[in-house]
């Protein structure tokens, strides 16, 4: 067994590192206090090809590994949950269903230029009604002639208010149960009848838009369709698998900036005539979140190796996912322990950490769900 990355690998993590540290971090606290979207960091996020990692250089992007993906990720999340977030929907749940599912004409298409950074791709899965059960969605699409004919609101879709681009499951066969639901490709700045909906107001990742998308009698061309009728299901789960890796690796990012700045911030900080880290108090925080760190980088690079290696990866992605996020999400309530009165305040950035953290545990399915799909898979003996 090898621990080490392989060159290329190394590289991609030094260029990232560097990339956040001096582009990423000093906006990062701005940015949570404006909401606004990074568009410029998104751009130069492009020139590095961290907006499409593994797509095919034939498409535009960086025709690399998902290792690579997830050690870049990290060092980007590290510095801006909300850039992280961006970047992992661009990379995991959008340019990954179009590149597995779509045609060669599709990825020309909807592909080159979300992996080239012109435009920010997103997913639309989510509903008002159907989140972890997302198979009772209602919205509808309907085949008229060569179109198909779009009905329905989605909920909560991460990039929706800036994305020109979406991946979107609807219902094509209601008798069908999950095996009714379809994908399809919307091309969101020239379809008639889809609108934007409300931009959430969250607790966190602020810098990263969270829509409603809604659908009234949009009109999408035949060649929208993504895979088969009645794939799309299933599309989306396997979308997610990759996705979930995507999001443990954001939520070790922060966990590791939550680490570095309780760190440098004890051993400065002194209290009874001496740094806080000489409290074995504070010591304990900071060896619990280191060990749990390592393991949670080690579950999710042993995810992506499996994907890498086109094994089967669902357990090993859902294990990471509800690991990291416990594990930063742990790291972020001591973090801001260690600071005390400042860790509460906006003037360090722990706060956003505890706040950026939170999301981890939630989203592309809740660690509820995770542990649903661990359990399922290991009573399947796999
Ligand atoms: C900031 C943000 C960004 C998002 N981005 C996207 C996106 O880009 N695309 C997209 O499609 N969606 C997105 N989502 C949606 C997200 O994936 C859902 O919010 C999530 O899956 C949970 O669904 P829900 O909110 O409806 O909660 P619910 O499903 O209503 O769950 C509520 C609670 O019940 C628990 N629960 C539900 N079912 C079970 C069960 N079987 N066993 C045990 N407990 C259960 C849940 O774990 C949770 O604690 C985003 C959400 C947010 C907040």
Redesign the pocket.
């Known amino acids: 067994m090898d621990f080490n990355l392989t060159e290329e690998q190394q590289m991609v993590r030094e260029m990232a590192r560097k990339f956040a540290e001096t582009e990423i971090k000093p906006v990062a606290a701005r940015l949570d206090a404006t909401h606004e979207h990074p568009a410029e960091i998104c751009k130069k996020l492009a020139e590095l090809k961290f907006l499409g990692i593994a797509v095919p250089e034939e498409y535009g992007g960086g025709g690399m590994d998902c290792v690579s993906y997830v050690v870049a990720l990290i060092e980007i999340s590290k510095a801006c949950a909300s850039t992280g977030?961006i970047m992992s929907?661009n990379n995991s749940?959008y340019c990954f269903p179009v590149m597995a599912f779509g045609t060669h004409e599709q990825k020309k298409k909807y592909l080159t230029p979300v992996a080239a950074g012109e435009k920010l791709g997103?997913?639309?899965?989510?509903e008002a009604g159907?989140?972890?059960?997302?198979a009772r969605m209602r919205t509808t699409a309907v085949l008229d002639g060569n179109e198909w004919i779009i009905n329905g609101e989605?909920?909560?879709?991460?990039?929706?208010n800036v994305a020109g681009f979406c991946v979107l499951a609807a219902v094509t066969d209601k008798g069908k149960g999950s095996k009714g639901i379809s994908s399809f490709i919307v091309d969101l700045e020239n379809t008639p009848g889809y609108s934007l909906g409300r931009v959430?107001e969250?607790m966190g990742?602020n810098a990263?838009g969270?829509a409603e998308m809604i659908f009234d009698n949009a009109r999408l061309p035949g060649d929208a369709l993504l895979g088969k009728p009645g794939e799309g299901f299933k599309q989306m789960l396997t979308t997610l698998d990759g996705g979930r890796i995507g999001i443990a690796s954001q939520a070790i990012g922060i966990g590791r900036a939550v680490l570095e700045e309780g760190l440098e911030y004890a051993k400065t900080r002194e209290q009874f005539g001496q740094p806080i880290a000489s409290f074995q108090a504070i010591q304990w925080k900071l060896a619990d979140m280191a060990t749990r760190l390592d393991a949670a980088e080690l579950l999710t690079l042993r995810a992506a190796w499996m994907e890498d290696h086109h094994q089967h990866y669902e357990k090993a992605a859902a294990m990471a996912k509800m690991y990291a996020s416990d594990t930063a999400m742990q790291a972020a309530i001591e973090g801001v322990q260690i600071l005390g009165g400042y860790g509460y305040c906006k003037e360090y950035p722990m706060e956003r950490h505890m706040r950026d953290a939170k999301?981890t545990q939630?989203?592309?399915?809740?660690?509820?769900?995770m542990?649903?799909v661990i359990a399922n898979n290991i009573l399947k003996g796999k």
């Open positions: 977030a929907v749940l997103c997913f639309g899965l989510t159907a989140g972890s059960d997302p989605k909920k909560f879709i991460t990039s929706g959430e969250k990742i990263s969270t999301i939630i989203y592309e399915g809740t660690n509820e769900i542990r649903v």
